[in-house]
């Protein structure tokens, strides 16, 4: 939702008050957003000593969200020319309708062009989305594109409702742990709230982003850098943001990393590519030999012809086949086994399999006895080594929202959306959607938080834009945004306690955040 309205100039915060033990705002988005939620105050739960929830809705009372038709732009883009938008209402006007020419300007994205992105066109305020639909149907049927859209999920006015729910870990107080986990395998899926059930956790919300189709991998495998008990489990896509959660999440940070994995047999040495993945597919791209791009590219998948891939115990599922080489490797990193890919990854072991180039390496140094070495480097923007200890673990998402107390909006340089092509996500960036974010305070305070959204009239959700100034709002120098939509949970002692969006219910995800207590029992 790139718009005039969005960039949140002037705007005003609720406190979140004594109860939360720190001296944070909760963001009203636009001036014209009352800092009461429905039914009156917020609500404040005291988990643990150093944790507590807040839970809230936030009203616009000037905002009057309605149905509309918006007709697409050529090749299918949001927005067009002015010329193209002031020819398209003509030719509605001349068909019997009444069309309105809207302006739609970029958000505050730290790379991405200023000013006017483009115009679309628009027929009608209607109460209801069968109307809207309707109304939909005869501007198609006289040859335009159109569809029905609510308006409360756009930046160019204030939504009418969005229903929050914010966790602050005080690591100075509270006696705890927050990790990241994939809980046992890192090629499941399962439930937030079923982890944290299990976890017996005090709040747990939703981490990165991960395969959802066999068509893009192994469905629950990661797409993005993670870490569990100081493992890496799967590789950076590029360069982007993620919450490392140091010695037990009493050190959190976050920072854009990188990951690069060598393996060295003797004097000769490969470059590994993926951790956890199905050989030749990159989700989200952003690896050094993926085609199309190897930039960060959200929810495309690329393709590697030479590639070589790494598999952990932790990946509890049976290998990919196909074409290519594997090479079984005991806990000492000794050739057990080569042949093709397949079975399972062994206790205390690890697999590699190779296909093109890749392979070819594996046939000429995989022999049995051999010792092929394994080294594994994540780093920061700045070049520094993140260490992994066991208490240590790595969330991954997309993209920076604040960085140094600012909002830097790295939408484009993360692969979010493409300036140069509209038609790639500017509804993932630019409307109103579900999400969950991570922050962190200047007095190193863990923020956890997430926003419902596709509830028209009920909860609408961010855009990013508005996600970065929600997190500077409650205080956080540093943000990003990890996965949203119908992933988008907060569990609290174990029970959902947001609404998700997928008319199914509570989405299974790949790995989340839990907050433990020092005991569970």
């Given at each position: 939702?790139?718009?005039?309205?969005?960039t949140?100039?002037?705007?005003?915060g609720?406190r979140m008050g004594?109860?939360l033990?720190v001296?944070?705002?909760l963001a009203?988005?636009?001036?014209?957003?009352?800092?009461?939620?429905?039914?009156?105050a917020w609500?404040?739960?005291?988990?643990a000593?150093?944790?507590?929830?807040?839970?809230?809705?936030?009203?616009?009372?000037?905002?009057?969200?309605?149905w509309?038709v918006?007709v697409q732009?050529?090749?299918?883009?949001?927005?067009?020319?002015?010329?193209?938008?002031?020819?398209?209402?003509?030719?509605?006007?001349?068909?019997?309708?009444?069309?309105r020419?809207e302006?739609v300007?970029?958000?505050?994205y730290?790379?991405t062009?200023?000013?006017t992105?483009?115009?679309?066109?628009r027929?009608g305020?209607y109460?209801?989305?069968?109307?809207a639909?309707s109304?939909s149907?005869k501007i198609?049927g006289?040859?335009f594109?159109a569809a029905?859209?609510?308006?409360?999920y756009?930046g160019q006015?204030?939504a009418?409702?969005e229903?929050?729910?914010v966790a602050?870990?005080?690591?100075?107080?509270f006696?705890g742990?927050?990790?990241?986990?994939?809980?046992?395998?890192v090629?499941?899926?399962?439930?937030?709230?079923?982890v944290?059930?299990?976890?017996r956790?005090?709040?747990a919300?939703?981490?990165?982003?991960f395969?959802?189709a066999d068509?893009?991998?192994?469905?629950?495998?990661?797409?993005?850098?993670?870490a569990?008990?100081?493992?890496?489990e799967?590789?950076a896509?590029g360069?982007?943001a993620?919450l490392?959660?140091a010695?037990s999440?009493?050190?959190?940070?976050?920072a854009?990393?990188?990951s690069?994995?060598?393996?060295?047999?003797?004097?000769s040495?490969?470059a590994v590519?993926?951790i956890n993945?199905?050989?030749?597919k990159?989700r989200?791209c952003?690896?050094?030999r993926?085609?199309p791009?190897?930039?960060?590219?959200q929810d495309?998948?690329?393709?590697?012809t030479?590639d070589?891939?790494?598999?952990?115990p932790?990946?509890r599922?049976t290998l990919?086949?196909?074409?290519?080489?594997q090479?079984?490797?005991?806990a000492?990193?000794?050739?057990?086994?080569?042949?093709?890919r397949?079975?399972?990854?062994?206790?205390?072991?690890s697999v590699?399999q190779?296909?093109?180039?890749a392979?070819?390496?594996?046939?000429?140094?995989?022999?049995?006895?051999e010792?092929?070495a394994?080294?594994?480097?994540v780093r920061?923007t700045a070049g520094?080594?993140?260490?992994?200890?066991?208490d240590d673990?790595?969330?991954?998402?997309?993209?920076?929202?604040?960085?140094?107390?600012?909002?830097a909006?790295d939408?484009?340089?993360?692969?979010t959306?493409d300036p140069q092509?509209?038609t790639?996500g500017y509804?993932?960036?630019n409307?109103?959607?579900p999400r969950?974010?991570?922050g962190i305070?200047h007095?190193g305070r863990?923020?956890?938080?997430?926003v419902d959204?596709?509830?028209?009239g009920v909860s609408?959700?961010?855009?990013?834009?508005?996600a970065?100034?929600?997190?500077?709002?409650?205080?956080?120098?540093?943000?990003l945004?990890?996965d949203?939509?119908g992933s988008s949970?907060m569990a609290?002692?174990?029970?959902?306690?947001?609404?998700?969006?997928?008319?199914t219910g509570e989405?299974a995800?790949?790995?989340?955040?839990?907050?433990?207590?020092?005991?569970?029992g």
């Open positions: 939702m790139r718009n005039e309205e969005s949140g100039r002037g705007s005003v609720a004594v109860a033990g001296a944070i705002a009203v988005i636009h001036p014209s957003a009352q800092a009461a939620p429905d039914g009156g609500t404040t739960e005291t988990v000593p150093g944790l507590q929830v807040r839970t809230g809705v936030i009203r616009h009372a000037q905002a009057k969200p309605s509309t918006t732009a050529p090749g299918s883009a949001p927005v067009g020319s002015r010329a193209w938008a002031d020819g398209t209402a003509g030719k509605l006007r001349d068909a019997g309708f009444a069309p020419v302006r300007v970029w958000p505050s730290a790379d062009p200023h000013g992105m483009g115009w679309r066109v027929v305020s109460g209801s989305s069968d109307e639909r109304a149907q198609t006289d040859g594109t029905a859209e609510w308006t409360g756009d006015q204030p009418d409702r229903s929050v729910h602050v870990i005080d690591p100075t107080r006696t742990t927050v990790e990241g986990t994939h809980d046992e395998s090629a499941d899926r399962e439930k937030t709230s079923s944290a059930a299990r976890l956790s005090l709040v919300v939703n981490g990165g982003f395969v959802t068509a893009d991998g192994v469905q629950g495998t990661m797409a993005g850098i993670g569990y008990d100081g493992e890496l799967s590789m896509a360069s982007r993620a490392i959660l010695d999440g009493r050190h959190p940070r976050i854009d990393l990188t690069t994995v060598t393996a060295r047999a003797g004097t040495t490969y590519e993926g993945r199905v050989p030749g990159v989200n952003g690896r050094p993926a085609t791009t190897q930039r960060p590219r495309l998948t690329c393709a590697e030479d070589l891939v790494k598999f952990t932790r990946f599922t990919p086949t196909g074409p290519g080489v090479v079984v490797l005991d000492a990193g000794r050739v057990v086994a080569t042949g093709p397949g079975g399972t990854v062994p206790a205390g072991g590699l190779g296909i093109g180039a392979g070819d390496w594996l046939t000429a140094h995989g022999r049995p006895g010792r092929i394994l080294k594994e480097t920061d520094r080594q993140v260490r992994l200890d066991s673990s790595i969330v991954s998402a997309a993209p920076t929202l604040v960085k140094n107390g600012r909002i909006i939408a484009a340089t993360e692969g959306l092509d509209l790639f509804a993932w960036s409307v109103r959607q969950t974010m991570a305070d007095r863990l923020i956890l938080a997430t959204g596709r509830r028209p609408e959700g961010f855009t990013l834009e508005e970065a100034r929600f997190m500077r709002s409650l205080g956080a120098q540093q943000a945004n990890l949203g939509g949970a609290v002692r174990g029970r959902l306690a947001n609404v998700p969006s997928d008319a989405r995800v790949g790995d989340t955040v839990q907050v433990l207590p020092s005991h569970r």
